[in-house]
C-alpha cells in the first residue's frame, strides 16, 4: 500500500545544533503497513504555506529498537526541513506514507558477511539502521564505517556510533573524517574522496574480501566513491548507493502546464484500482500529468532519487530520464521512475502494485 496515514510524534529528539529525531507512534492496526527494512525511507507529506509539500526522511532506527524514527537536518533555505524542526512537536500529527526504498542489502545471519559503509553528513541515517541491524543480527558480520561531517558539534548520531562499537568490538571499525574542526575527534582530516578511499583500500581494507559496500552522501562523493571501488575490481552488485538528493535548497518543483503537444494515453494500476491519463510523448512527467488530470500517484523528491514513485511498465515504452535510485537489474525488468519519466509511445501502461 502506498497511501498516506496521519501518525503522532510522540518523541522529538535533537541530535544536533542543526537536526532532531522524530520517533511515530504507530497504531497496532498500521503495524504491519509501518513494518521496515534497515535502509528504508518515510515519506512525509505537510501543507506548508497552502501548497502540498512532502520529503522523504531515512529510517535511523534498527530493527531491535521497537521503535519507527527519522531524522531531519536542517537545509538552508529548505521549506519542509526548516518547517519541520520549527514548527513540530510531540503529539502533533503528520501523513506518512508506508517504508519504501531498497538501500540495504539482505540480511545474512548465517554468514560472515564483512560491509564496508561511507557516510557523509545526514546519510549516517539509513546507514546506522542498516550496521546497527547487522550488528545484532549477523554474530559474525564485521563492519567498517568511515563517516565525514564538518564539525563535531554537527556529527548526527555521535554517542549512538560510539555505542555500538564499544559494544561490538572487534567487529565495528568506526573512522571519523572531519573537514572543519576536528577537535581531537578526528581519525582523519579533510573529506571523503578517491585519494582517502585508495588509502584505506591499501592499508585498512581488502576490497576482495567486503561483501558489500554502502555509500550514502551528496551526489558527488558517491558517484566519486563508485568509481573508485569499480576501478579497484570491485563488482557492481557489491556496491548499493543512495543519495541525499539532486534539488538544491530542498525545493518542490513546478505543477505541470497542461499537455499541448502529442499525447499518449497511461494506464495506471496501484492498490488494485485501474484508472488512465493523457500524457506529453515530447516531455514533462508521469507524475504531474496524472496530477493535471486529477490523480495522485506516489511521489516525494521529483528528483529521481528516494523511488518513492517506482512502478513498472507492462505494456508501451517510456523514456526515463534521470535515475539516482533503481538497481540496473531493475532497470532490466522494467521498473521506472514515475517523476523522471515520460510516454514515447501512445499507450502505456504503469503498476504500482509490481514488486
Known sequence: MS???????????????????????????????????????????????????RRSYSICSALDDGELRIAIRRVAGGRFSNWALDTLKPGD????????????????PERACRYVAFAAGSGIT?????????????????????????????????????????????????LHVLS???????????????PRLDALLAAAVDA???????????????????????????????????????????TQSAPAAAATGPVG??????????????????GGNLVD??????????????GGVCATCRCKVTAGRVEMLQNFALSDDEVAAGFILACQSHPITTEVTIDFDAT
Open 265 to 282: 494515453r497511461v494506464v495506471v494500476l496501484r492498490d488494485g484500482a485501474r484508472r488512465d491519463f493523457v500524457a506529453r510523448l515530447d
Open 126 to 174: 539509513p546507514v546506522l539502521s542498516i550496521v546497527a541491524s547487522v550488528l545484532a543480527r549477523e554474530p559474525r558480520a564485521e563492519v567498517t564505517l568511515v563517516y565525514g561531517n564538518r564539525r563535531r558539534e554537527t556529527t548526527m548520531f555521535h554517542a549512538a556510533l560510539e555505542d555500538l562499537r564499544r559494544r561490538h568490538q572487534p567487529r565495528m571499525t568506526l
Open 289 to 302: 500529468a496524472a496530477e493535471a488530470a486529477g490523480i495522485e500517484l506516489p511521489y516525494s523528491c521529483k
Open 180 to 194: 572543519g574542526d576536528a577537535d581531537g575527534m578526528a581519525d582523519m582530516a579533510g573529506r571523503i574522496d578517491r
Open 93 to 108: 500529527r503528520i501523513d506518512v506514507m508506508p517504508p519504501a526504498g531498497s538501500f540495504g542489502p539482505p540480511p545474512a
Open 3 to 53: 497511501n498516506f496515514h496521519a501518525l503522532a510524534i510522540d518523541e522529538i529528539r535533537a541530535e544536533t545544533i542543526d537536526s532532531a529525531s522524530l520517533r511515530f507512534a504507530v497504531p497496532e492496526a498500521l503495524r504491519a503497513d509501518f513494518a521496515f527494512t534497515p535502509g528504508q525511507h518515510l515519506t512525509l507529506r505537510a501543507t506548508i504555506d497552502g501548497a502540498d509539500v
Open 208 to 250: 576482495r574480501r567486503v561483501d558489500h559496500f554502502l555509500l550514502c552522501g551528496p551526489g558527488t562523493m558517491v558517484e566519486t566513491l563508485r568509481e573508485g571501488l569499480l576501478a579497484h575490481g570491485v563488482a557492481a552488485a557489491a556496491i548499493r548507493a543512495e543519495l541525499f538528493t539532486t534539488a538544491p535548497a530542498d
